[in-house]
């Protein structure tokens, strides 16, 4: 996993525990809507529902919350009717940004997104203009208490992982993309508790960064970040030891 990853994942676990609660609910309610409208209500028969639901569970997401996103997306409760995208862009030096969109305004969304690229030295760029730097695997995350080491990787690598490493408090596991909820299933099975299971987009050649261009690209990944409607931010760049050090 590299360096960027690790940064990611400590935000991401941060994220959960911060002010910004309310934020991250409204993203994880977005994903189950839309999990239970293109796979059905049940996590059982609906394994893009079934990762939704394990996020929401490891950010205490009342149940409550849940069901109703549940019956929004499955039709039984009136909801937004939301599109899903994929914006692509380039920051300060050539860094690569690819942003999973939820929305309810194609419109408002790309103008903003705009904007906030504009802000931060960047543009927003057309289909294909960064993918192509990026692989998408599948990502499996734990709590350090939920499972040994040994124990999780006989598990995991015996269903098909491809990499576990243990990323601050976290366990993070890495499989090929079709083998993610075969894997995520399996350590579930176990007995180990699974926080998040979730396609990602893994940099093919991360560009190390630190310094003022490691504060440039932080404030403009976090500033996508935070607008309501990105869903998750990927980027090519990762922070050097010495950087995060002083992020820690």
Partial sequence: ??????????????????????????????????????????????????????????????????????????????????????????????????????????????????????????????SGSAMWAFEQKGVVRMGKQAASEEQLFEVAVGAGAENLELIGDQWVVTTARNDLDAVRDAIARAGIEVDEARLEYIPNNPKIVEGPEAAQLIQLYEALEDHDDIQAVFSDFELSEQALAEMA
């Fill in 1 to 126: 996993m590299s360096g960027h990853s690790k940064w990611s994942t400590i935000k991401r676990r941060k994220g959960a525990q911060d002010a910004k609660r309310g934020k991250l609910f409204t993203k994880v309610i977005k994903e189950i809507t839309i999990a239970a409208r293109t796979g059905g209500g049940d996590p059982d028969g609906n394994p893009r529902l079934r990762r939704a639901v394990d996020l929401a569970r490891s950010v205490n997401m009342p149940a409550d919350n849940v069901t109703r996103a549940i019956k929004k997306g499955t039709g039984e409760l009136e909801g937004v009717q939301y599109d899903e995208l994929v914006y692509e862009g380039i920051g300060p030096d050539g860094v690569l940004f690819v942003c999973e969109v939820v929305t309810d305004n194609r419109n408002r969304t790309i103008a903003e997104v705009r904007k906030i690229f504009d802000k931060n030295q960047g543009q927003i760029g057309g």
